[in-house]
């Protein structure tokens, strides 16, 4: 056979250059690689709904633990002059927050009836002259205080005895999984009222309530999802080389349930903030002169027809923190899990 | 099935008597003594009225009383209402919350799988949006606050219905919307998640295949098929309806447990606090093993976990 080859001499050749070599590789991923939460950030921003309830949650907290900042009054001071008074922000004319009330069928300027002076109060005072909306901001941080307390319970008790119950197996589950069935069969409220009746009323009575209460879900779901990832490969890779199960369940099973978590986390909050209204509504929570949102709702309510504004400021504040804790749960569940939406 | 339903109702009475041990000894270590004016009675009349309610026993004597009477359904003397039995006075009270909250968790219920499905069916259209938002809304805003919405503008404005008091029909429908409302949203939130997913499953691409019309996919297939695991959500939506109820009840002065609960409480009302939290601790067990009961016998697939072993 004829050998007619092209003859080859070093010159032909040259050195590849780092842009010719990410040129030729066909194989490379282009975009970035995203962990799992970035992915799921990424997602959520997607997500017009949860941002606003994202901001607007933000901004809520701002206002309620900054509230000596924005505290026009105090909260508890009383001044029985200027009881009852209608919103008024100066500079704004517009009915309902000019100062003016509609009374026998004509509107009057409630601050010159009360010789109120300059003094201005941005939503109104209630019955005992106290300032609306400073109260109003500091229900707002109970409030908010509560849903701190009750996730941080559902994260060190729920998520620590579902792990623990899903691992251990055998008997010991079986143990935890009838107390928790017979707390599930008993109504929330019916615990916490008992245990704030035993404990006298107060802050701290509706923290061990909840401490008590909130954790059972968390807890379900994570010992479910502990039982799923138990038997997979890298668990058993993890173990075969020797990792002790309490590291086990920090680097590999942690990270592996934080969408369950966090999903969960977002359905305790709205729930253990409902029931702080809700107990202080029916007078057995927050007590007086600290004002709590139910506390607000339930005063207001008595003189709704006459004094809308005391009973909707409190209401629309409370639902709306309700709408944007359930907004944002529901957006972080579509961004961690986004086969529920398609 | 009869071993399964034995191993329940066994751990429904053992969480009775869990319910009723615990809540025994809160009301013994609660502070204050039953007596109202306890400076003015001299200390035979205090033994006398001890020994009337057998609070002169020791604590262990007393509790097994209290135990014996539980179990023939006899929970002591109301402290509020003097000589009236708490079991008298909850049974007497049985009827309007059964009627408020039946109705409501019924009509919230069936609203919530219409507004669901209608979600599902028309994914991502305006009606879908109309749906999440009105569910979103009505799982948010508090039943108090709701109630007294309901009351001021149906009731006071509008007239359409009386404002409270307790009588014929016409006096259910606003305690009913109050607490339909919870139901009705977890619901709808619940059946659009079920229906996206049984929409997008194989059998109901074979029944387009087949050329069925999109009413009969939907009524035949894909309603029946998303409706099994709402069943699995009665229980929760029990639990709120009778928290909703403890308001509601208060707010429209209907004559009901949940308004005597919290009416109990503030008077500290302690037999009577007693006797309704085991009654509604009874009244979840049953529901809880009622739905899964019918869970088990409408979809073949689940196995009773007592039979699988």
Known sequence: ?342 | MVKYLGKRIFYIILTLFIVSTITFFLMKFMPGTPLTNQAKLTPSQIHQIYKQYGLDKPVWQQYLVYLAGVVHGNFGVSFQFSNQAVSYLIGSRMGPSLIIGGQGMIVGVLLGLVLGSLGAVKANTWIDTTSTIVSILLVSIPSFVLAVLLQYYLGLKLRWFPIADWGGFIYTVLPTMALAASPLAETARFMRTEMVDVLSSDYIELAKAKGLGKVGIIYHHALRNSLIPIITIIGPLTVNIMTGSMVVENIFSVPGIGEQFVKSVLTNDYPTIMGLTIVYCAMLCVVLLITDILYGLIDPRIRLSGQSN
């Open chain 1, 1 to 342: 056979m004829a050998d007619n080859a092209k003859p080859i001499s070093t010159g032909d050749f040259k050195p590849v250059t780092a842009a010719d070599r990410s040129h030729l590789d066909s194989e490379k991923i282009s975009a970035p690689s995203l962990t799992f939460l970035q992915d799921s950030w990424r997602r959520l921003r997607k997500n017009k709904a949860a941002m606003i309830a994202l901001i607007v949650l933000i901004i809520l907290f701002i206002l309620a633990f900054g509230s000596g900042f924005f505290e026009t009054h105090n909260p508890n001071a009383t001044n029985p002059n200027l009881a009852n008074l209608p919103p008024k922000i100066p500079g704004i004319d517009i009915n309902g927050f000019n100062g003016t009330i509609m009374q026998s069928g004509t509107r009057v300027n409630a601050y010159a009836q009360a010789h109120a002076g300059n003094a201005y109060y941005l939503l109104g005072t209630d019955y005992l002259g106290r300032d609306l909306f400073s109260r109003i901001l500091y229900g707002t941080r109970i409030s908010l205080e509560i849903a701190l307390i009750a996730s941080f319970f559902d994260l060190a008790f729920g998520v620590v005895y579902g792990i623990v119950s899903g691992w251990m197996g055998g008997r010991v589950d079986t143990i935890m999984q009838r107390i928790i069935e017979i707390m599930l069969s008993i109504p929330n409220l019916v615990v916490m009222v008992l245990l704030i009746l035993v404990l006298k009323p107060g802050m701290s009575a509706i923290i061990y309530s909840i401490a008590i209460t909130s954790w059972i879900n968390m807890a379900r779901l994570v010992r479910a999802q502990t039982l799923e990832l138990k038997n997979q490969e890298f668990i058993l890779a993890a173990r075969a080389l020797g990792e002790s199960s309490l590291k086990i369940s920090f680097k590999h099973l942690l990270p592996n349930l934080s969408s369950v978590i966090i999903i969960n986390l977002m359905f305790t909050i709205p729930t253990a903030i409902f029931f702080e209204a809700f107990l202080s509504y029916i007078g057995i929570g927050i007590s007086a002169p600290q004002a709590s949102l139910g506390t607000l709702i339930n005063d207001g309510q008595k003189n709704f027809q006459f004094l809308p504004y005391q009973m909707w400021y409190p209401a629309i504040v409370l639902s709306v923190l309700m709408i944007a804790f359930n907004i944002l749960g529901d957006g972080l569940r579509d961004s961690f899990d986004p086969k529920s939406r398609e």
